[in-house]
């Protein structure tokens, strides 16, 4: 682990700076409420013109290629920082050059490529499921004969909630697996026959202090994050496993801001890293109502240099997400008593879209 620099050369940034945040979805915008509670500001640049972090903050609307609105755009914020992970490298490294971007380029790199990614975990010493790097169809049938089936193609870049992935069952054709994919680079995995899925969020200072929510579950439907229960119902030793790949990974990709990691917990109680993503995350909105802290307060905390909050939870608690028209239900959760209600602004709901969330927490037990 890196000491970091010298106290006296550590960025810290007093509340009314100014946060850039790159993307401008539905993290963007908790993220700038966050922000503003603590009295900072933020600008957020977002190639769309109409974003939900846009409702909240000030907006550069601009392409990520776009070097003056790029420059324009570094000389008004004192950090930045990143709410979706496919900004392109080659606009962080610009931004770099002139503030300060946390997490930066590296932590980028590694998390937009599932095969960085999970050559970076296995040489961190982080257990992943067996997988191998696919660059063309050939390669699917060898590492095919290695893996063995069920396995899951998945394309190396873009993939999110379940997009770009075909699992290969006894049967299947790798042409088919491969043309699903859309015949592109990818890494095949090991279908992996796990209890439950968990995620920690973890933050981590500059000068490589790390703090760690609690490990909670994660409930898919659809591909797509459908609950997170906090605590996971998981043994004391298998949590502290699931802490400890958080920790591994911050420290070795000597990570400044707060990182997510998800994974899969084995019935014999290994854990397996399944992804990383370098900001705040769909699974960690339960500590907006649940949590000492929220991840997004602890992102603002660990990309500007000050303290890292308290992650203690506060009671037993459920985050909801609403789906598509789901989101039609809003009248009758904000007369639920206890339930907490967050609407992300979204013009449009579509089919799959994550319109808001809904946070139930029983402060009566722990
Ligand atoms: P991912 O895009 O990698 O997060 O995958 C989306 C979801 O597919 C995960 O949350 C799991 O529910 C499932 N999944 C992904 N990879 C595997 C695997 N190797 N074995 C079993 N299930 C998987």
């Known amino acids: 682990m890196t000491a970091g620099p010298a106290p006296q050369d550590r960025l810290h940034l007093p509340p009314g700076s100014v946060i850039g945040v790159l993307g401008g979805g539905q993290l963007g915008r908790m993220l700038a409420l966050a922000a503003a509670r603590l009295g ?68 980028l790199r590694v998390a937009q490529d599932r095969a960085a990614e999970k050559t970076f975990l296995n040489k961190a010493g982080i257990e992943t499921a067996p997988w191998a790097d696919i660059p063309d169809a050939a390669a699917l049938d060898a590492a095919l004969e290695r893996i063995g089936r069920p396995s899951v193609l998945k394309t190396a870049r873009f993939g999110y909630d379940g997009k770009g992935q075909a699992v290969i069952r006894d049967g299947d054709a790798a042409a088919d697996a491969w043309a699903a994919v859309g015949a592109q680079r990818s890494v095949l995995e ?77 019935p014999d109680g290994r854990v397996l890293a399944n992804e990383i993503a370098p900001r705040p995350h769909n699974s960690g909105h339960w500590t907006i109502d649940g949590a000492a802290t929220s991840q997004f307060e602890q992102t603002v905390r660990a990309i500007c240099g ?34 907490r209600l967050h609407l992300y602004g979204k013009r449009e709901t579509r089919p799959g879209r994550k319109m808001g969330h809904v946070t139930r927490l029983r402060r009566d037990e722990a």
Do not use: Q
């Open 40 to 107: 900072y500001r933020c600008h957020v640049y977002e190639p769309a013109a109409e974003c939900p972090a846009a409702h909240v903050a000030r907006h550069t609307a601009a392409a990520w290629d776009d070097a003056a609105a790029l420059d324009v755009f570094a000389a008004s914020v004192d950090v930045i920082t990143l709410e979706f992970e496919n900004v392109p490298v080659e606009t962080v490294e610009r931004l770099a050059a002139s503030k300060p971007v946390r997490p930066g380029a590296a932590a």
């Open 190 to 266: 090991g279908f992996v026959d796990f209890s439950l899925e968990v995620s920690v969020l973890a933050a981590r200072t500059e000068d490589g202090e790390i703090r760690c929510f609690e490990p909670v579950e994660n409930r898919h439907r659809d591909g797509v994050l459908h609950k997170t229960l906090a605590p996971a119902p998981i043994a004391a030793d298998v949590a502290d496993r699931a802490v400890e790949i958080a920790c591994k990974a911050l420290s070795a990709l000597d990570y400044v801001g707060l990182l997510a990691v998800e994974m899969f917990v084995m």
């Open 306 to 339: 000050l303290p890292l909050g308290e992650v203690s939870r506060l009671g037993a608690v459920e985050m909801e997400n609403l789906i598509g028209e789901e989101v039609d239900a809003w009248p009758d959760l904000l007369a639920e008593p206890g339930a």
